[in-house]
C-alpha cells in the first residue's frame, strides 16, 4: 500500500479482513501483494430499457439484483428517498443521476456488484463502533491485525476509562500500550494512538470535526503527514468518524476487483480509490455500504483462496473463468 515507512497502513478500515505482511522496523507492515490497475472506461452504448424503480429486493440466488434508482430509493437515507440526500457538490442525486451511474463500462460493472451484494447481505450499519472516537481508535488499532483483537484492545480502553480524547491526552504512552496489548505491536499503536492525539489537541483544539472539516483532499492530507495513518487509515477515519465521502481501499477491495477484471497489478491505492470516485457519485452512505459489503462478501467468499460457492457475485466473469 501507499506512503513509507511509519505510514503504511494494514487492515484499516477492514474489521476481519486478512493481509500479507512484510518484516519492517518493530513489526509487520502490510504491503499490497494484490495488483491492480484502472479498468476500461469505455462508453456504453444506450441502454435497451431501464430496469423498473419498483422491482422487489430479492435476497437469494446468484443473479438477484434491483435497479439503481430502487437500491438507492429503499435503502439509503434509511427510508428516505435518496433522492433528496445530497452529494458533495451540494446538488440532490435524482433518478436521472443515478441511471447516469451505468454509462460507462465500470460504473455498470461496479453497480452490478453493489447490487448484487447489497440482494443478498442488506445493510451493513457500518462501522461497527458506540463512537466517533472508537472509530478512529479503531482505524488505527486494526492495521495489521484481525478485528476480533481490536475489539479486545477497545474494551480494555473502555474499562480504563480511556475511551475520549482527554484521557487519550493524557495517559502515559506506557501505560496505552498496556491498555490495547491484545491488538499486536502495541508498543509501535500506542505510538501512533498519541502522534494522532498529539495533533488532534495541538492543532484543533481536541475537537475531532474541526480535525476533519474542510475539502476533503485537504483533511487527508492533514491526517496523512501524522506518523502511522497511511492513506486506507486516512479514508476510513474520514468516511466512518467524520462522514466525508472517500473511498476506503483494503485487501478485499484490491483483491475483489482485480479476480473480477476491472484492475490489475500496475495502479497505486489512490488509483484504486480514484475508480470508485470517478465511477460513483461521491456520497457518504454509498460509499459507506459499499465498502462494508465488500468486505462481508470478502470474510465469506473472496480470501487468499477463493470459495466461490454461494457467492453472490459467482454469476459475474471472475478468474478462473478465462
Known amino acids: 500500500m501507499g506512503g513509507e515507512e511509519d505510514n503504511d497502513d494494514g487492515d484499516a478500515g477492514c474489521p476481519e479482513g486478512d493481509s500479507a505482511k512484510e518484516s519492517e522496523e518493530l513489526f509487520h507492515e502490510v504491503k499490497c501483494n494484490e495488483a491492480w490497475g484502472a479498468g476500461e472506461g469505455d462508453e456504453f452504448e444506450e441502454d435497451d430499457e431501464r430496469e423498473k424503480e419498483d422491482q422487489s429486493v430479492k435476497r437469494s440466488g446468484e443473479d438477484a439484483a434491483i435497479s439503481p434508482t430502487c437500491f438507492f430509493h429503499l435503502h439509503f437515507g434509511h427510508g428516505r428517498s435518496y433522492g433528496a440526500e445530497l452529494n458533495q457538490s451540494g446538488k440532490s442525486?435524482?433518478?436521472?443521476?443515478?441511471?447516469?451511474?451505468?454509462?460507462?463500462?465500470?460504473?455498470?460493472?461496479?453497480?452490478?456488484?453493489?447490487?448484487?451484494?447489497?440482494?443478498?447481505?442488506?445493510?451493513?450499519?457500518?462501522?461497527?463502533?458506540?463512537?466517533?472516537?472508537?472509530?478512529?481508535?479503531?482505524?488505527?488499532?486494526?492495521?495489521?491485525?484481525?478485528?476480533?483483537?481490536?475489539?479486545?484492545?477497545?474494551?480494555?480502553?473502555?474499562?480504563?476509562?480511556?475511551?475520549?480524547?482527554?484521557?487519550?491526552?493524557?495517559?502515559?504512552?506506557?501505560?496505552?500500550?498496556?491498555?490495547?496489548?491484545?491488538?499486536?505491536?502495541?508498543?509501535?499503536?500506542?505510538?501512533?494512538?498519541?502522534?494522532?492525539?498529539?495533533?488532534?489537541w495541538k492543532d484543533h483544539g481536541g475537537s475531532l470535526p474541526a480535525m476533519l472539516d474542510g475539502e476533503v483532499e485537504e483533511a487527508r492530507a492533514r491526517l496523512l503527514k501524522i506518523s502511522g495513518v497511511g492513506p486506507e487509515t486516512a479514508d476510513a477515519i474520514l468516511l466512518y468518524?467524520?462522514?466525508?465521502?472517500?473511498?476506503v481501499v483494503d485487501a478485499y477491495t484490491r483483491r475483489i476487483l482485480r479476480r473480477h477484471f476491472f484492475i490489475d497489478d500496475r495502479a497505486d491505492y489512490?488509483?484504486?480509490?480514484?475508480?470508485?470516485?470517478?465511477?460513483?457519485?461521491?456520497?457518504?452512505?454509498?460509499?459507506?455500504?459499499?465498502h462494508a459489503l465488500l468486505v462481508e462478501v470478502g470474510k465469506r467468499h473472496c480470501r487468499t483462496k477463493a470459495d466461490c460457492g454461494g457467492c453472490p457475485l459467482a454469476a459475474l466473469r471472475h478468474e478462473g473463468e478465462r
Open 241 to 247: 468518524a467524520g462522514d466525508r465521502p472517500t473511498f
Open 270 to 290: 489512490d488509483e484504486v480509490r480514484g475508480l470508485f470516485h470517478s465511477e460513483l457519485p461521491r456520497d457518504v452512505n454509498l460509499f459507506n455500504e459499499y
Open 93 to 200: 442525486v435524482d433518478a436521472e443521476t443515478i441511471g447516469n451511474m451505468k454509462r460507462t463500462k465500470n460504473a455498470r460493472g461496479l453497480m452490478d456488484i453493489l447490487e448484487r451484494l447489497f440482494a443478498a447481505y442488506g445493510p451493513r450499519d457500518w462501522w461497527p463502533a458506540k463512537t466517533k472516537t472508537e472509530v478512529v481508535v479503531g482505524a488505527i488499532l486494526t492495521q495489521n491485525t484481525a478485528w476480533k483483537n481490536v475489539e479486545r484492545a477497545i474494551r480494555s480502553l473502555r474499562e480504563a476509562h480511556c475511551l475520549h480524547w482527554k484521557a487519550l491526552r493524557d495517559v502515559s504512552e506506557e501505560e496505552l500500550a498496556r491498555l490495547i496489548r491484545s491488538s499486536g505491536t502495541f508498543r509501535v499503536k500506542a505510538k501512533r494512538l498519541k502522534a494522532f492525539v498529539d495533533v488532534l
